[in-house]
C-alpha cells in the first residue's frame, strides 16, 4: 500500500505532551451528536511532520479494559470541548461501522483515506485542506491541542 505523506503516531509514542496540558482531551468523555456516550479519548494520532493533531483514537465497550474496542474520528468530526466531553458530530451507529482501527495500517495512506472517506472530511494531505478550528475548548475559544 502506499504511505501517507507523513506519519501519524499516537502522541504517547513521541515524547511529546500537549503544549498546556489543561488542553489535553485523552481521557475525556467523547459524545455523539445525540448526546449519547461514545467512550473515552484514549489517544491522539499526530503528524510527525507538523504535530497537530488528525484523530482521536476513542476507546469504548469492555469491562475494567478488557474487551474494550478502538475507533478512530477525525479532529474535523469535533464540534466543541467543553470541562465534561469531547462533542462530536456522528453518532454511535455511524462510530460502530466505521473502518475497524488497526495499528499496524498508521501509516498507510488507503486506511486514511477509508476513514476520511467513510466520515465524509477531506484528507489532511489533501489539496485545499484547511485544519480545522475549535469553537470552545475548555474555557473558552481556542485551536486543537498544541504540542
Known amino acids: 500500500m502506499e504511505k501517507t505523506p507523513t506519519t501519524l503516531r499516537p502522541l504517547g509514542d513521541t515524547g511529546r ?22 467512550g473515552t479519548v484514549d489517544e491522539l494520532l499526530v503528524d510527525d511532520g507538523t504535530t497537530r493533531v488528525h484523530f482521536l483514537r476513542i476507546t469504548h465497550g469492555g469491562l475494567l479494559g478488557f474487551g474494550a474496542s478502538a475507533s478512530l474520528v477525525p479532529v474535523e468530526a469535533v464540534t466543541a470541548i467543553d470541562e465534561d466531553a469531547v462533542h462530536v458530530d456522528v453518532d ?7 473502518p475497524v482501527y488497526d ?6 495512506i488507503g486506511y486514511y483515506e477509508s476513514l ?5 472530511w477531506m484528507p489532511f494531505w489533501a ?3 484547511a485544519y480545522p478550528e475549535l469553537p470552545v475548548l475548555r474555557s473558552g475559544p481556542r485551536e486543537h491541542p498544541r504540542l
Open 116 to 120: 476520511y472517506g467513510f466520515y465524509g
Open 92 to 98: 454511535q451507529e455511524r462510530v460502530a461501522g466505521a
Open 103 to 108: 495499528p499496524d495500517m498508521t501509516d498507510e
Open 17 to 38: 505532551t500537549v503544549a498546556d496540558p489543561a488542553e489535553d482531551v485523552r481521557g475525556m468523555t467523547v459524545l455523539d451528536s445525540a448526546g449519547e456516550d461514545l
Open 127 to 129: 489539496g485545499g485542506y
